[in-house]
């Protein structure tokens, strides 16, 4: 405690020195941070998978379709609760810079099956009523100022057609960057080529057991077809879909680990600079402190910017944004040991000079 105000004093001997350190650990705590936590959003969708769906898609790629009729099959599978059809839309909505996914279901067994996504009873019911309606979430307002009973319309590339929607209800839950809309309706509007086809279905088990012996016998039903299924969980399905991201995620690892060296090797110099003091805890001290200081406004203004701001409303393919835990406790540990690392030279070299020496010393 005594060698407190000796520490602050040092501290602030070299204010542009200090102030420097300071914000270069907080902008590399910031950009850590955010890039832990894009890393960790990619692979929410599978982490929150629910074990009691599956995914029907043909079993060459998503590329090709599969014909509506295999629902009625799928239904009459044992262990089977419910089932509807889920297809890929691709609308853009004005331009494609305001692009979102959307999809076409099938309305009256949408609530049952996708459990996370919640609206009133009366928003639901409107929905179910107007074939032309859909329902958006949450974000997508906050995005484009959607409400109830506002006419939007989505052009498809796919089908090269534009529909036009009435939004029946906002839902929350889920990814709130999706709009959902009826089937039957999309299916009268198609060109005959693409009328009865459907991306995928989604399967709703009675428990978790019935999920491998379900994928296992609709893929033996339609084997040898025209149209042959690949059935597996929601959770392995979503998790396909992460390995596309697998060069950019090993990029994002690259950029975090090149700015944790970065943070190190100033840390190294910065140490080469400060002065010799009489004993080597007074290094240790300074440099801690500054390291916290540093990490505390790192963390704690990257929280409050994201608390503030909800950046996966923005980003695309990101259902939510927040730091998990291990993130932040990284943070901390990154910031201490770039204070520790900071003065390892300093406090090496003090603590075995002698008294002479350390007085002859002009740095």
Same mark, same amino acid.
């Given at each position: 405690?005594?060698? =407190?105000?000796?520490? @602050?004093? =040092? !501290?602030?001997? &070299?204010?542009?020195?200090?102030?420097?350190?300071?914000?270069? @650990?907080?902008?590399?705590?910031?950009?850590?941070?955010?890039?832990?936590?894009?890393?960790?959003?990619?692979? /929410?969708?599978?982490?929150?998978?629910?074990?009691? /769906?599956?995914?029907?898609?043909?079993?060459?790629?998503?590329?090709?379709?599969?014909?509506?009729?295999?629902?009625?099959?799928?239904?009459? $599978?044992?262990?089977?609760?419910?089932?509807?059809?889920?297809?890929?839309?691709?609308? !853009?909505?004005?331009?494609?810079? &305001?692009?979102? *996914?959307?999809?076409?279901?099938?309305?009256?067994?949408?609530?049952?099956?996708?459990?996370?996504? &919640?609206?009133?009873? *009366?928003?639901?019911? *409107?929905?179910?009523?107007?074939?032309? %309606?859909?329902?958006?979430?949450?974000?997508?307002?906050?995005?484009? %100022?959607?409400?109830?009973?506002?006419?939007?319309?989505?052009?498809?590339?796919?089908?090269? &057609?534009?529909?036009?929607?009435?939004?029946?209800?906002?839902?929350?839950?889920?990814?709130?960057?999706?709009?959902?809309?009826?089937?039957?309706?999309?299916?009268?509007?198609?060109?005959?080529?693409?009328?009865?086809?459907?991306?995928?279905?989604?399967?709703?088990? =009675?428990?978790?057991?019935?999920?491998?012996?379900?994928?296992?016998?609709?893929?033996? !039903?339609?084997?040898?077809?025209?149209?042959?299924?690949?059935?597996?969980?929601?959770?392995?399905?979503?998790?396909?879909?992460?390995?596309?991201?697998?060069?950019?995620?090993?990029?994002?690892?690259?950029?975090?680990?090149?700015?944790?060296?970065?943070?190190?090797? +100033?840390?190294?110099?910065?140490?080469? %600079?400060?002065?010799?003091?009489?004993?080597?805890?007074?290094?240790?001290?300074?440099?801690?402190?500054?390291? !916290?200081?540093?990490?505390?406004?790192?963390?704690? %203004?990257?929280?409050?910017?994201?608390?503030?701001?909800?950046?996966?409303?923005?980003?695309? =393919?990101?259902?939510?944004?927040?730091?998990?835990?291990?993130?932040?406790?990284?943070? +901390?540990? $990154?910031?201490?040991?770039?204070?520790?690392?900071? +003065?390892?030279?300093?406090?090496?070299?003090?603590?075995?000079?002698?008294?002479?020496?350390?007085? /002859?010393?002009?740095?």
């Amino acid at each position: 405690m005594k060698f =407190n105000k000796l520490i @602050l004093k =040092n !501290i602030l001997r &070299n204010k542009r020195r200090t102030l420097l350190t300071i914000s270069s @650990l907080v902008v590399s705590l910031f950009l850590m941070i955010t890039l832990a936590t894009i890393l960790t959003e990619l692979t /929410r969708s599978s982490d929150k998978s629910n074990p009691l /769906r599956l995914v029907t898609r043909h079993a060459v790629s998503l590329g090709f379709t599969l014909p509506v009729s295999q629902r009625q099959r799928i239904a009459t $599978v044992p262990g089977v609760k419910n089932v509807m059809t889920f297809s890929w839309f691709g609308g !853009i909505y004005k331009e494609p810079k &305001n692009f979102f *996914a959307n999809f076409a279901v099938d309305a009256d067994r949408l609530r049952e099956i996708l459990t996370e996504l &919640n609206m009133s009873d *009366a928003e639901w019911q *409107a929905f179910i009523n107007d074939k032309q %309606g859909a329902i958006v979430g949450a974000k997508l307002v906050k995005l484009h %100022g959607f409400t109830p009973g506002q006419r939007i319309t989505l052009k498809s590339p796919i089908y090269n &057609n534009s529909v036009e929607f009435v939004i029946r209800g906002v839902c929350t839950g889920g990814d709130e960057k999706t709009l959902f809309f009826h089937y039957d309706y999309l299916s009268d509007l198609l060109p005959a080529w693409a009328k009865d086809q459907v991306s995928t279905f989604s399967i709703l088990a =009675n428990s978790a057991e019935d999920v491998p012996r379900i994928a296992q016998t609709v893929d033996s !039903i339609f084997l040898n077809t025209d149209a042959p299924t690949k059935t597996e969980s929601e959770r392995d399905f979503a998790i396909s879909f992460q390995t596309m991201y697998g060069g950019v995620k090993q990029f994002m690892y690259g950029i975090i680990a090149a700015i944790t060296f970065s943070l190190l090797l +100033v840390g190294m110099l910065k140490a080469l %600079g400060f002065q010799r003091g009489t004993i080597a805890r007074l290094f240790v001290s300074e440099a801690l402190l500054v390291s !916290i200081v540093g990490g505390v406004i790192g963390i704690a %203004g990257t929280l409050l910017l994201f608390k503030s701001f909800d950046l996966s409303v923005y980003i695309p =393919n990101l259902p939510s944004f927040a730091p998990t835990p291990a993130t932040l406790v990284a943070a +901390v540990v $990154v910031s201490l040991v770039v204070g520790l690392a900071s +003065v390892v030279y300093s406090a090496y070299r003090v603590s075995g000079m002698t008294i002479a020496e350390a007085l /002859r010393s002009t740095e």
